[in-house]
């Protein structure tokens, strides 16, 4: 196999995020499916959404684990191993794979940044807010107040059940008062922001991603660097769609897995099975490209 | 022990995969799935940002 030639399916990845947002907005599945925990930030108050969004669940699970404990309920009831464990598995198989491929509001992200090749840049550390959201606003306060509250301030909300359910629903309409105007306030600044910097959403916001970073580190898709192939050109970092550098960032846990990336036209960036990640110098020695010496090395 | 953290980090998936399956499988079998179900079924207010 040719390294320095991307996979072909890697520019399908426009069509499959576009596809994963029509399916998860399809309508028609929503009697079967309305208990599934898709892996993606997609509202259940979207009039077409067809499964619930993750995030919202576990709001709810929270705010309701203070209802139950109220009421004498054991400790283990409180958890929500379903969503939870969901969750967690298909981040171990698929890493952020979710997020660069199928999340609709990723998608939005992306499409939106093509507007201008002028971008921000945020520090690093900025990456760590959206772990103050995940376990603040999703899981102590909905536990509190036994209200939503990131949902109460989600862009993807104001976008998909702020604008169409009014829209279908006009008797909802009565009802729209300071929080909706907020709302869109919000998701007008996200807007902009995606024009301007890459994924701010994900980076900054984002529970379900954060969620995900966690066990991104050693889920079975991984991204390996090569720096012995590697010119430093500097395109891979020209077109991270997270903001990146490849080359020191890979498997970073702002990284969204969209392997973009991995087009360098000089194939220094790979996707790999985490079981190859260490241990591609034990095939190239049996292969005879590296003398047998080179297991014993630290790389 | 290098080889063995690098082992270690080769595999883990393996027991968190299944632990993570063994627990969304335990949380349907005790109700959760119906529950958000149920809670799917509810118009979310503050999704839709009605009310205050």
């Not at chain 1, 603040?136 to 909905?142: I, K």
Request: aromatic fraction near 12%.
């Amino acid at each position: 196999m040719d390294e320095s030639r991307p996979p072909r399916w890697l520019k399908w990845r426009g069509k499959i995020q576009a596809l994963s947002t029509i399916l998860v907005n399809s309508y028609f599945l929503k009697g079967l499916t309305g208990g599934c925990c898709i892996p993606v930030l997609n509202c259940w108050a979207c009039p077409a959404a067809v499964a619930s969004c993750p995030i919202g669940a576990l709001q709810n699970a929270a705010g309701q684990a203070r209802w139950q404990r109220s009421a004498g309920g054991s400790l283990l009831s409180l958890v929500p191993f379903y969503i939870l464990g969901t969750l967690v598995a298909f981040s171990v198989l698929l890493g952020r794979f979710m997020c660069g491929w199928l999340c609709p509001f990723g998608w939005l992200q992306d499409l939106l940044g093509r507007l201008s090749r002028r971008k921000l840049r945020l520090p690093n550390w900025t990456g760590y807010l959206r772990y103050v959201f995940l376990v603040g606003l999703v899981f102590v306060v909905p536990y509190l107040t036994t209200e939503l509250w990131f949902c109460k301030i989600c862009p993807q909300g104001a976008l998909e059940g702020g604008i169409f359910q009014p829209l279908v629903h006009p008797e909802l309409r009565a009802d729209i008062g300071t929080l909706w105007y907020i709302k869109q306030a919000m998701l007008v600044a996200w807007l902009v922001a995606f024009v301007y910097i890459r994924r701010p959403f994900c980076r900054l916001m984002c529970p379900l991603g954060a969620i995900f970073a966690l066990f991104s580190r050693v889920s079975v898709l991984q991204i390996k660097f090569n720096p012995n192939k590697c010119n430093n050109c500097g395109w891979c970092e020209e077109i991270c769609p997270a903001g990146l550098d490849p080359r020191k960032q890979v498997n970073s846990h702002l990284c969204i897995s969209c392997l973009e990336c991995q087009k360098c036209p000089q194939g220094a960036i790979t996707t790999l099975p985490i079981w190859r990640l260490h241990s591609d110098s034990e095939s190239q020695v049996k292969k005879g490209n590296l003398p047998s010496c080179a297991t014993r090395c630290n790389n | 022990m290098r080889g063995l953290l690098l082992h270690l980090l080769r595999w883990i998936w393996v027991p968190l995969l299944l632990g993570a399956v063994a627990l969304a499988i335990w949380g349907v079998s005790n109700g959760q799935y119906g529950e958000v179900y149920r809670w799917f079924n509810i118009l979310c207010y503050s999704c839709i940002g009605l009310g205050s």
